[in-house]
């Protein structure tokens, strides 16, 4: 099993960050934190990799997705990312301008070096600008986003949006 705990090591750097999506994006809301990962008895974090993924979002007050979590790449979360970050789910209206979305982007990938793997829950449509089916965290008309598994840190960055 693995315990998932509040980071300690660039706190105030992921708190900064947090000030700054929620400054930026200033529409529906948003789901961010950043937890550090220690795996029990030598297990390997990549063997449970949606039972962390559970714990963590369960700690969150969101539901668990199981085996319905579904893998992607890096291209691809930082296509979703941009997605909700600049887009309104519910209406495609702008949030922000896509440079300052990708700076956002790229500060949260920094906290996670190394070998790294991304997850959503939705499926999407026309190179990740559309949403188009999803599997629910949250009880919102709209929610998607990624969580990043690392080495030994966990985050989310989602949107929840309403019609």
């Known amino acids: 099993m693995v315990r998932i705990i509040s980071e300690v090591a660039n706190s105030l750097e992921i708190a900064e960050l947090r000030a700054e999506i ?3 994006r ?3 809301e948003v789901l961010y934190d950043i937890k550090q990962l220690i795996p029990d008895h030598n297990q390997e974090i990549a063997e449970n990799q949606t039972v962390c993924i559970d714990l963590f979002i369960t700690q969150l007050g969101c539901s668990p997705l199981g085996s319905r979590w579904k893998p992607i790449n890096q291209t691809a979360a930082k ?4 997605l909700i970050m600049t887009k309104d789910l519910a209406y495609g209206g702008e949030i922000m301008s896509l440079p300052v979305a990708t700076a956002l982007i790229v500060k949260l990938f920094n906290f996670f070096p190394g070998d790294r793997q991304f997850f959503t829950n939705a499926s999407f449509e026309n190179d990740y600008t559309s949403i188009s089916t999803w599997d ?3 009880k919102a008309t709209f929610d998607t986003g990624i969580i990043i598994v690392g080495n030994n840190r966990i985050g989310i960055l989602w949107a929840k949006d309403e019609d």
């Open 22 to 24: 929620f400054s930026k």
């Open 79 to 82: 296509k979703i990312l941009t």
């Open 136 to 138: 629910s965290i949250t």
């Open 26 to 28: 200033n529409r529906g």
